[in-house]
């Protein structure tokens, strides 16, 4: 009995199945047209960048859009080693964004470890302190800290730069909830088998946060990399700035070169973009892990 009910419910699959997929062919039709119009939409602005860094200055203030430049001005980017410092500026701006990135994952791994995970006195009022940094904006405390970095003698350097972003609340809050998340027993059963609290923090912790860790670096890449008040405040030499600021001295007060802004912020944003494509399924799975949006 139970095969002759097996075998009418294969036959009534089978011959449903056809007309299923008929259905269902439109649904996946219009789901590829939604999503290709929207993906389009969101990569419009970067085809309509590149569309612009190689256009005249004309057909970029027209009133009358041009989608496509009768003749391609590929000079608009050798015009930006003329009007822009760019190869030092690159070198800054790399400098400052890994020593940065080193900085933080270092220090917050720390941070959120010791908060999450030890037991000390004035531990809540210290996360405290350091959490309600979240809660002003930077702008705020931007006096103070250029008036210490002019009292050390930072000013127009490296140094001066990269200081302030050392250490990140972000950074802590996001490692200590990771750390959080971890159960007990792999600490109890790292003191049992003889490990000392660095042996437990570098050998069974860390590991177990690796994703965590990518989200942070890849949060302090863009940060630090586009990164462009503080940089102005701190330096005045065009040498000495990264990409971002650098970028901004390029708008004039009378006249300004679109296309040459736009070839300028295009190579300023192949570095990350490469990074981002070589790196992308790493990228996704950290921050899909860690809960971010």
């Known amino acids: 009995?139970?095969?002759?009910?097996?075998?009418?419910?294969?036959?009534?699959?089978?011959?449903?199945?056809?007309?299923?997929?008929?259905?269902?062919?439109p649904r996946h039709v219009l789901a590829h047209v939604v999503l290709g119009?929207?993906?389009?939409?969101?990569?419009?602005p970067f085809l309509w960048q590149i569309i612009m860094s190689l256009s005249t200055n004309s057909q970029v203030r027209?009133?009358?859009?041009?989608?496509?430049?009768?003749?391609?001005?590929?000079h608009n980017y050798v015009d930006v080693f003329e009007q822009l410092p760019f190869l030092p500026q690159l070198g800054v701006s790399v400098t400052i964004t890994v020593i940065r990135t080193v900085a933080q994952i270092v220090l917050c791994t720390l941070a959120g470890y010791a908060f999450a995970r030890m037991r000390f006195r004035g531990r809540n009022l210290l996360l405290g302190l350091v959490l309600s940094i979240l809660l002003v904006p930077s702008q705020v405390y931007l006096l103070s800290q250029y008036q210490i970095?002019?009292?050390?003698?930072?000013?127009?350097?490296?140094?001066?730069?990269v200081a302030p972003g050392l250490f990140s609340a972000f950074g802590t809050f996001l490692m200590r909830t990771a750390f959080l998340?971890?159960?007990n027993e792999l600490e109890e059963a790292a003191r049992i088998d003889g490990a000392n609290?660095?042996?437990?923090?570098?050998?069974?912790?860390?590991?177990?946060?690796?994703?965590?860790?990518?989200?942070?670096?890849?949060t302090t890449v863009l940060f630090s990399w586009n990164e462009l008040l503080w940089p102005l405040v701190v330096s005045t030499?065009?040498?000495?700035?990264?990409?971002?600021?650098?970028?901004?001295?390029?708008s004039g007060s009378v006249t300004v070169d679109y296309p040459v802004i736009m070839a300028a912020s295009l190579m300023a944003t192949a570095p990350v973009l490469i990074a981002f494509i070589l790196l992308q399924r790493r990228v996704i799975d950290g921050i899909a892990s860690s809960?971010?949006?």
Do not use: E, H
């Not at 923090?201 to 670096?217: C, E, G």
């Open 1 to 25: 009995m139970s095969s002759a009910v097996q075998t009418r419910a294969a036959a009534t699959v089978r011959t449903r199945t056809p007309a299923t997929r008929s259905r269902r062919r």
């Open 181 to 183: 998340n971890l159960p």
């Open 291 to 293: 809960g971010l949006k």
């Open 62 to 74: 027209s009133v009358v859009p041009t989608f496509w430049p009768g003749t391609l001005q590929w």
């Open 197 to 218: 609290p660095w042996q437990i923090f570098t050998r069974v912790m860390v590991p177990l946060v690796r994703s965590n860790i990518s989200v942070l670096a890849i």
């Open 237 to 250: 030499y065009a040498g000495l700035q990264p990409l971002a600021a650098g970028l901004a001295t390029l």
């Open 37 to 44: 119009v929207g993906g389009f939409l969101m990569a419009f």
């Open 149 to 161: 970095v002019q009292q050390l003698g930072w000013l127009n350097t490296i140094p001066g730069i």
